[in-house]
Protein backbone atom coordinates (compact mmCIF):
# COMPACT_ATOMS: atom_id res chain seq x y z
CA UNK A 1 0.00 0.00 0.00
CA UNK A 2 1.21 3.11 -0.92
CA UNK A 3 0.78 6.39 0.97
CA UNK A 4 0.38 8.56 -1.56
CA UNK A 5 1.93 11.65 0.68
CA UNK A 6 3.22 14.73 -1.98
CA UNK A 7 4.13 17.03 0.93
CA UNK A 8 2.36 19.89 3.58
CA UNK A 9 0.94 22.94 1.36
CA UNK A 10 2.28 26.19 2.49
CA UNK A 11 -1.44 27.06 3.98
CA UNK A 12 -1.12 24.16 6.02
CA UNK A 13 0.81 26.13 8.24
CA UNK A 14 -1.15 29.17 7.66
CA UNK A 15 -4.22 27.62 8.89
CA UNK A 16 -2.22 26.81 11.93
CA UNK A 17 -1.55 30.64 12.69
CA UNK A 18 -4.90 31.66 11.89
CA UNK A 19 -6.58 28.95 14.61
CA UNK A 20 -4.07 30.35 17.27
CA UNK A 21 -5.74 33.76 16.46
CA UNK A 22 -9.02 32.36 16.98
CA UNK A 23 -9.20 29.21 19.08
CA UNK A 24 -12.72 28.09 19.31
CA UNK A 25 -15.59 26.12 17.55
CA UNK A 26 -17.18 29.44 15.94
CA UNK A 27 -14.49 29.93 13.54
CA UNK A 28 -13.54 26.32 13.47
CA UNK A 29 -16.50 24.51 12.47
CA UNK A 30 -16.93 26.15 9.24
CA UNK A 31 -13.55 25.58 8.36
CA UNK A 32 -13.22 22.30 9.13
CA UNK A 33 -13.15 20.27 5.78
CA UNK A 34 -10.01 22.82 5.35
CA UNK A 35 -8.29 21.68 8.05
CA UNK A 36 -8.85 18.38 7.34
CA UNK A 37 -7.72 19.05 3.46
CA UNK A 38 -4.77 20.57 4.77
CA UNK A 39 -3.44 19.03 7.78
CA UNK A 40 -5.24 15.89 8.73
CA UNK A 41 -4.77 13.93 5.21
CA UNK A 42 -1.84 14.90 4.81
CA UNK A 43 -0.59 14.18 7.78
CA UNK A 44 -1.97 10.43 7.68
CA UNK A 45 -0.95 10.13 4.47
CA UNK A 46 3.05 10.94 5.87
CA UNK A 47 2.59 8.76 8.90
CA UNK A 48 1.73 5.95 6.08
CA UNK A 49 4.90 6.92 3.98
CA UNK A 50 6.87 6.88 7.02
CA UNK A 51 5.58 3.54 8.01
CA UNK A 52 7.04 2.47 4.68
CA UNK A 53 10.60 4.56 5.43
CA UNK A 54 10.57 2.10 8.73
CA UNK A 55 9.88 -0.95 7.15
CA UNK A 56 13.12 -0.19 4.32
CA UNK A 57 15.27 0.64 6.70
CA UNK A 58 14.30 -1.60 9.40
CA UNK A 59 13.66 0.71 12.26
CA UNK A 60 11.40 -1.03 14.53
CA UNK A 61 9.02 1.38 15.17
CA UNK A 62 5.83 1.59 14.16
CA UNK A 63 3.61 4.59 11.89
CA UNK A 64 -0.08 4.14 10.33
CA UNK A 65 -3.16 5.81 10.27
CA UNK A 66 -3.15 5.16 14.80
CA UNK A 67 -0.40 7.74 14.82
CA UNK A 68 -1.81 11.28 14.27
CA UNK A 69 -3.26 13.18 17.55
CA UNK A 70 -6.72 14.29 17.42
CA UNK A 71 -6.71 18.36 17.23
CA UNK A 72 -8.80 18.16 20.08
CA UNK A 73 -7.46 19.25 23.52
CA UNK A 74 -8.60 17.68 26.46
CA UNK A 75 -9.50 20.50 28.74
CA UNK A 76 -11.56 18.90 31.44
CA UNK A 77 -8.80 19.59 34.01
CA UNK A 78 -7.05 22.91 32.52
CA UNK A 79 -8.04 26.36 33.08
CA UNK A 80 -7.58 26.69 29.28
CA UNK A 81 -10.42 25.86 27.84
CA UNK A 82 -9.09 26.64 24.75
CA UNK A 83 -10.72 23.76 22.27
CA UNK A 84 -8.10 22.68 19.65
CA UNK A 85 -4.32 22.04 19.52
CA UNK A 86 -2.57 24.62 17.49
CA UNK A 87 0.14 22.43 16.20
CA UNK A 88 0.10 18.80 14.75
CA UNK A 89 1.78 16.05 16.32
CA UNK A 90 2.14 12.12 15.76
CA UNK A 91 3.82 9.27 17.52
CA UNK A 92 5.74 6.35 16.63
CA UNK A 93 5.68 3.36 19.45
CA UNK A 94 8.68 0.94 19.46
CA UNK A 95 8.14 -2.30 18.58
CA UNK A 96 11.47 -3.85 18.94
CA UNK A 97 12.27 -5.47 22.20
CA UNK A 98 11.63 -4.02 25.56
CA UNK A 99 9.48 -1.35 25.35
CA UNK A 100 8.14 2.55 26.29
CA UNK A 101 9.87 4.26 24.11
CA UNK A 102 8.85 5.65 21.12
CA UNK A 103 9.33 8.61 18.09
CA UNK A 104 7.46 12.15 17.89
CA UNK A 105 6.58 14.41 15.37
CA UNK A 106 5.54 18.10 16.24
CA UNK A 107 4.56 20.46 13.38
CA UNK A 108 3.84 23.88 14.41
CA UNK A 109 4.81 27.55 12.53
CA UNK A 110 8.89 27.94 13.10
CA UNK A 111 8.28 25.18 16.10
CA UNK A 112 8.60 21.63 14.38
CA UNK A 113 10.96 18.98 15.67
CA UNK A 114 11.18 15.65 15.66
CA UNK A 115 12.14 13.27 18.57
CA UNK A 116 11.76 11.09 21.04
CA UNK A 117 13.06 8.72 24.26
CA UNK A 118 11.12 7.96 27.27
CA UNK A 119 8.95 10.84 28.22
CA UNK A 120 6.82 10.53 31.35
CA UNK A 121 7.84 7.51 32.02
CA UNK A 122 6.90 5.75 35.50
CA UNK A 123 8.89 6.09 39.14
CA UNK A 124 10.27 2.47 38.32
CA UNK A 125 11.62 3.40 34.58
CA UNK A 126 13.23 6.53 35.83
CA UNK A 127 14.90 4.74 38.50
CA UNK A 128 16.14 2.02 36.43
CA UNK A 129 17.34 5.17 34.27
CA UNK A 130 19.61 6.66 37.03
CA UNK A 131 20.48 3.47 38.37
CA UNK A 132 22.24 2.66 34.92
CA UNK A 133 23.85 6.01 34.68
CA UNK A 134 25.61 5.36 37.84
CA UNK A 135 26.58 1.28 37.40
CA UNK A 136 26.65 1.10 33.73
CA UNK A 137 28.43 4.38 32.71
CA UNK A 138 29.88 3.28 29.50
CA UNK A 139 26.99 1.51 28.26
CA UNK A 140 24.97 4.86 28.86
CA UNK A 141 27.36 6.73 27.07
CA UNK A 142 28.01 4.09 24.36
CA UNK A 143 24.50 5.15 23.20
CA UNK A 144 24.36 9.10 24.02
CA UNK A 145 27.81 9.72 22.76
CA UNK A 146 27.20 7.46 19.46
CA UNK A 147 28.51 9.75 16.51
CA UNK A 148 25.11 9.22 14.93
CA UNK A 149 22.83 10.57 17.68
CA UNK A 150 25.12 13.55 18.55
CA UNK A 151 25.04 14.75 14.83
CA UNK A 152 21.30 14.28 14.75
CA UNK A 153 20.20 15.39 18.11
CA UNK A 154 23.33 16.69 20.28
CA UNK A 155 22.43 15.85 23.20
CA UNK A 156 19.75 14.50 25.41
CA UNK A 157 17.35 17.75 26.59
CA UNK A 158 17.55 18.71 29.76
CA UNK A 159 14.37 21.05 29.76
CA UNK A 160 12.68 18.78 32.29
CA UNK A 161 15.11 18.10 35.43
CA UNK A 162 15.51 18.28 38.79
CA UNK A 163 16.91 21.19 40.74
CA UNK A 164 19.00 18.78 42.79
CA UNK A 165 20.45 15.74 42.74
CA UNK A 166 17.62 13.01 43.26
CA UNK A 167 17.72 11.52 46.53
CA UNK A 168 20.38 8.90 47.20
CA UNK A 169 22.57 10.08 44.22
CA UNK A 170 25.86 12.10 44.73
CA UNK A 171 25.72 15.67 43.81
CA UNK A 172 28.73 16.06 42.92
CA UNK A 173 28.49 12.75 40.65
CA UNK A 174 30.31 13.13 37.07
CA UNK A 175 26.93 12.40 35.05
CA UNK A 176 24.57 14.36 37.69
CA UNK A 177 22.92 16.62 34.38
CA UNK A 178 21.52 12.92 33.48
CA UNK A 179 20.18 11.21 36.96
CA UNK A 180 18.63 14.89 37.44
CA UNK A 181 16.62 13.61 34.17
CA UNK A 182 12.70 13.07 34.56
CA UNK A 183 12.21 12.68 30.75
CA UNK A 184 14.72 11.50 28.79
CA UNK A 185 14.01 12.71 25.74
CA UNK A 186 16.04 13.98 22.85
CA UNK A 187 14.91 16.58 19.22
CA UNK A 188 16.01 17.77 16.51
CA UNK A 189 14.36 21.00 15.13
CA UNK A 190 12.62 21.21 11.58
CA UNK A 191 12.55 24.22 9.68
CA UNK A 192 9.13 25.28 7.93
CA UNK A 193 11.15 24.37 4.74
CA UNK A 194 11.61 21.21 6.10
CA UNK A 195 8.30 20.54 7.12
CA UNK A 196 6.76 22.02 3.46
CA UNK A 197 9.48 18.85 1.62
CA UNK A 198 7.90 16.12 -0.20
CA UNK A 199 10.46 14.18 1.05
CA UNK A 200 9.89 14.53 5.02
CA UNK A 201 9.37 10.90 5.59
CA UNK A 202 12.87 10.06 4.70
CA UNK A 203 14.26 12.93 6.40
CA UNK A 204 12.27 11.93 9.87
CA UNK A 205 13.11 8.40 9.11
CA UNK A 206 16.59 9.08 8.70
CA UNK A 207 16.47 11.35 12.04
CA UNK A 208 15.08 8.64 14.20
CA UNK A 209 17.03 5.88 12.82
CA UNK A 210 20.36 7.79 14.18
CA UNK A 211 18.43 7.67 17.74
CA UNK A 212 18.61 3.92 17.79
CA UNK A 213 20.66 3.58 19.58
CA UNK A 214 19.72 5.17 22.60
CA UNK A 215 15.87 3.88 21.67
CA UNK A 216 17.71 0.67 22.11
CA UNK A 217 19.19 1.14 25.44
CA UNK A 218 16.19 2.98 26.95
CA UNK A 219 13.80 0.35 25.93
CA UNK A 220 15.75 -2.18 27.90
CA UNK A 221 15.35 -0.89 31.14
CA UNK A 222 13.42 -2.53 33.60
CA UNK A 223 10.53 -1.32 35.01
CA UNK A 224 7.96 -1.63 31.99
CA UNK A 225 5.04 -3.12 33.59
CA UNK A 226 4.88 -0.07 35.57
CA UNK A 227 3.59 2.32 32.74
CA UNK A 228 4.30 3.26 29.02
CA UNK A 229 5.47 7.01 27.88
CA UNK A 230 2.19 9.13 27.67
CA UNK A 231 3.04 10.09 24.00
CA UNK A 232 2.45 6.60 23.51
CA UNK A 233 -0.67 5.27 24.51
Not at 40 to 46: A, E, G, T
Amino acid sequence: MTSGFEGFRPQALDFLVELGLNNDRAWFTPRKARYEELLKDPLQRFCLALGEEFAARGIPMRADERSPFRIYRDVRFTKDKAPYKTNLGASFPWTGEGGGVGGYLHLAPGESFTGGGMYHPSPARLAAWRHAVVSDRDGVHAAIDDPAFVAAYGALEADAKLKRAPTGFDPVDPDIELLRLKDVVFGHPLSDTDVLARDLPERVAADLAASLPVMRYLAALPGLEEGSPAWLR
